[in-house]
């Protein structure tokens, strides 16, 4: 079976901090994709970041980055100078091609100015 | 608007009645997801269609539950004799196999209460 755990409940950190959020995954399928969404107060799920299971490379994306180890079935990402507008729930979400999508408890990331 | 659009966007109704969601995805994504989400938790699967066949429902979808993408555009969620329970977040979510493959873009949701 699937499953994503996301330990951190809520995290508060003041503006202009860095913040990683923490997602650990089980999956017995060798190829899959893993997923970040952002849930702002307004309530809408918005992508953020994909990555398959057969490219590790940990990259950039603006103030973005994420740390996906296969090793340890973890896919952490990080939030570099937060902004208060980055206070919202973020799921990570675990799926096969596409398919029967799992997502995490989510971590609620509280910025503060 | 080309996104996501889920109608209707709040929905009271008394246990033991039946309602209909209605989801327009994206219109060139070939996929259809549908979730619940509760409060505190994360969106849990319940079904999704390629095109309009239904590949694949939830084990925790009781038969009260069906959904339907009969020409492979908009999806309808319909719960029958609803309950208590059944009071959540009701979310759709589209996406297209090709290109950027599996990033699901979300509709703003259907909130159910049932009385």
């Known amino acids: 079976a699937q499953k994503v755990t996301q330990a951190q409940t809520e995290i508060s950190v003041v503006e202009k901090e860095d913040v990683t959020l923490d997602c650990v995954y089980e999956t017995r399928d060798t190829t899959y994709y893993l997923f970040w969404y952002k849930q702002p107060p307004s309530g809408e799920l918005v992508f953020l970041i994909r990555?398959?299971?057969?490219?590790?490379q940990n990259e950039i994306s603006g103030r973005y980055s994420w740390n996906f180890q296969k090793s340890t079935s973890s896919f952490n990402f990080t939030i570099t100078a937060s902004q208060v507008v980055d206070s919202a729930v973020y799921f990570c979400a675990l799926s096969f091609y596409g398919q029967n999508f799992v997502f995490g408890p989510g971590t609620r990331l509280s910025v503060l100015p | 608007d080309t996104g996501v659009s889920q109608d209707p966007r709040h929905k009271i109704t008394k246990r033991g009645q039946n309602v209909t969601f209605r989801c327009d995805p994206i219109s060139e994504h070939n996929r259809l997801y549908w979730y619940r989400q509760t409060l505190g938790q994360g969106p849990e699967f319940l079904t999704y269609f390629q095109n309009e066949a239904q590949l694949e429902k939830s084990r925790l979808l009781s038969d009260r539950f069906s959904a339907e993408r009969p020409k492979g555009s908009f999806s309808t969620l319909e719960i029958q004799r609803t309950e208590q329970g059944d009071s959540a977040m009701y979310l759709c979510?589209?996406?297209?196999?090709?290109?950027?493959?599996?990033?699901?873009?979300f509709g703003p949701g259907t909130r159910l209460t049932v009385t």
């Open positions: 979510a589209s996406s297209h196999t090709s290109g950027k493959v599996y990033e699901q873009y």
């Open positions: 990555r398959n299971s057969f490219d590790e």
